[in-house]
């Protein structure tokens, strides 16, 4: 992704803010199911970031105090359900070495102008055996390829660039981490969900897909 089409991302979420938001209200099963699954990875103790935090669906939901995000709209939103946010970009954040316990990552990394450069610069604010948590789109799961095949037609995911979960996991081990998990769940269309979707291990039928892997006392 090109610093342009970096942009046009951020000025569609901040001309949007409010229209993306409501997705999880219209979609409150799906929601509910992807914090499940995000949920069961979270500490119990611990100062946590969530990069890309949005309007603070996720990071109020899960404890998650601090977040950054660059669209000044959503972090507004996010600032009103009680998280400190930092307008920022995931590639150049704004905090000191080893400054959190966990950081979190959702449905963001496809939107990274360097999704690489934002996985090493997480890394480095994140503590020795911290954990860091990623949500994201599996492009290899039926319904992400349907997600894939009408990307161009969503007003939010036409500029997003899918990273498969084995390329994912390569960037990780790449960088260090240890104890690579993934789960995953949503496993039909958002709008025909009814109750919650169950949370599996793995990866490969379930959309939404939860990747963690725990800093190593020394990085490479």
């Not at 704004?94 to 996985?119: G, H, R, W």
């Not at 990780?172 to 690579?180: A, Q, S």
């Not at 269309?189 to 979707?197: G, H, S």
Request: glycine content about 8%; some cysteine.
């Amino acid at each position: 992704m090109n610093v342009g089409e970096h942009q046009e991302v951020t000025n569609i979420f901040e001309e949007a803010a409010q229209e993306y938001d409501d997705w999880f209200v219209r979609h409150e099963f799906a929601y509910r199911s992807e914090l499940a699954a995000i949920k069961a990875f979270i500490p119990k103790e611990g100062l946590g970031l969530e990069i890309g935090v949005g309007t603070g669906r996720f990071a109020s939901a899960l404890g998650t105090k601090w977040g950054v995000e660059p669209a000044r709209a959503m972090a507004e939103l996010a600032r009103k359900r009680g998280v400190m946010v930092q307008e920022a970009y995931g590639e150049k954040l704004p905090f000191k070495n080893e400054s959190f316990d966990f950081i979190l990552m959702v449905t963001v990394l496809c939107f990274f102008q360097d999704p690489y450069a934002a996985l090493h610069e997480a890394t480095r604010v994140l503590k020795p055996q911290g954990l860091l948590i990623i949500g994201m789109i599996d492009p290899d799961s039926p319904l992400g390829k349907a997600y894939e095949a009408n990307r161009e037609k969503s007003k939010f995911y036409r500029r997003a660039r899918f990273q498969p979960v084995g390329r994912v996991l390569k960037w990780l081990e790449n960088l260090g981490y240890l104890h690579l998990r993934t789960s995953q769940t949503i496993f039909q269309d958002p709008a025909a969900i009814t109750a919650l979707e169950l949370v599996q291990s793995g990866h490969g039928q379930g959309v939404f897909v939860v990747i963690a892997g725990e800093k190593p006392m020394q990085t490479p």
